[in-house]
């Protein structure tokens, strides 16, 4: 193994013992408290060999608001079977495996969990070949993968989010990337569907479904307020603020990212969107390599190719003081728990005052501006910009001729 296989958490226990304190409370912030991981999730992760997690976010007590502590989670995991094998095979190879992470999630108490994003398949969409793949698309409401989500929540009195390729035969059959929430009792609660999608190397989904229709809904569990950042949209700052000023104290970000596009942004993202909309977030991306049948190109001038790169999982919770949670494995399946008190996300607020200190009248008025289309930008030129000055000087006062401006008149 090279030091490019390694976790981030990996990399950090390679510094000397006396280091690696000071290096966490820079990386990670405040720490958080590991707590045990219950016989039955151990056993699980053990026969099934996967990683579970279990930690604590410390919070301050209140004495006129009873503590509200919920356990949340995500989860990441491969595919099974090779992408050739019958499509009917995959799915169910997989649904088994996710099966295995639900329960070791129950057995961990966990309240709200939230699976990859479209979980149920192989991540086709840089093939760009509608068949046979787009028969993993199924209804939200009715489908068989919601039909299982709604099962298991009812069994262990636990929300799911359970991202999925939608197919709306309301409405001509037409193609989302969506993600549904089932309620603790088992009953399909609602769903959001995709707000951006990517164009960028191998990730062109515009080929398979539209833009989310759906707005920024926040889902009002018995356990506290969620919402769903699906993938694309972690780049995106004003998708996690839609989603805070609608209420949520947790936003999860299902994803499917590779490390030669992503992984440096992977730790900051989530982890920025936690401090800024003083909420809780839970990011999970997939793991493994999957291979394909046919060569696929992105468009940027690499040789044709039959497979994304490696999903590096690392998935992570992160909290509203600007702490995370240590990771999952680079490429192992796991579960990873944050437990939290939701009083957290109003103690923050009140301590940072960003919702109070925000102009959002001013915000508004300028992105309103700026969606016209005879918007002209605020800019103040100085007097001595024109095409041919700006260049004159660019070239004059790079550093190899810097010295011949000493001394000249302004």
């Keep these: 193994m090279t030091s490019t296989d390694l976790s ?29 991981i219950p016989q039955a999730a151990a056993a699980l992760a053990e026969a099934h060999h996967f990683d579970v997690k279990l930690y604590k976010t410390p919070c301050k007590p209140e004495e006129l608001n009873p503590p509200r502590v919920i356990r949340y989670a995500v989860a990441q995991h491969s595919i099974v079977l090779p992408t050739t094998a019958p499509l009917n095979d995959q799915y169910t190879a997989i649904r088994e495996k996710v099966e295995r992470l639900i329960d070791a999630a129950a057995a961990m108490q966990v309240n709200i969990l939230c699976l990859q994003e479209a979980w149920t398949a192989p991540f086709f969409f840089c093939t760009r070949e509608k068949h046979p793949w787009l028969q993993f698309a199924e209804s939200a409401e009715t489908g068989r993968t919601t039909q299982f989500i709604c099962q298991k929540a009812r069994q262990h009195r636990m929300v799911i989010v359970s991202p999925i390729l939608e197919r709306d035969d309301r409405h001509a059959g037409t193609i989302w990337n969506t993600a549904v929430v089932v309620d603790h009792n088992g009953v399909f609660m609602g769903k959001h569907r995709k707000n951006h999608i990517p164009r960028v190397g191998d990730f062109n989904e515009s080929s398979y479904y ?14 506290g307020r969620i919402a769903v950042n699906l993938c694309y ?144 930008p605020q800019r103040i030129r100085s007097q001595y910009v024109s095409s041919d000055v700006s260049r004159r000087d660019v070239k004059a006062n790079s550093p190899a001729n810097r010295s011949a401006l000493d001394g000249e008149d302004c």
Excluded at 211 to 218: F, L, R
């Design 233 to 376: 949209g972690r780049h995106h700052p004003q998708n996690w603020l839609l989603f805070g000023l609608n209420g949520a104290e947790i936003v999860f970000n299902p994803s499917a990212t590779v490390g030669a596009l992503s992984e440096p942004m992977w730790f900051i993202e989530a982890r920025n969107a936690s401090i800024a909309n003083s909420y809780f977030v839970g990011a999970c991306n997939r793991v493994g390599t999957e291979v394909f049948p046919n060569e696929f190109t992105s468009g940027d001038g690499r040789p044709a190719h039959k497979d994304f790169g490696h999903f590096y999982g690392s998935s992570y919770c992160a909290n509203p003081d600007g702490s995370r949670l240590p990771g999952l494995s680079r490429d192992r399946d796991g579960v990873i728990v944050n437990e939290v008190d939701l009083n957290m996300v109003n103690q923050i607020r009140d301590h940072w005052m960003f919702q109070n200190t925000a102009r959002y009248p001013l915000y508004a008025r300028s992105l309103t501006q700026y969606c016209q289309p005879d918007f002209q």
């Design 8 to 36: 981030i958490e990996e990399l950090v226990a390679l510094l000397p013992p006396e280091r690696q304190d000071n290096f966490r409370r820079l990386l990670f912030g405040a720490p958080v408290v590991p707590l045990p």
């Design 210 to 223: 539209l833009a989310g229709n759906t707005g920024h809904p926040v889902f009002e569990t018995v356990y």
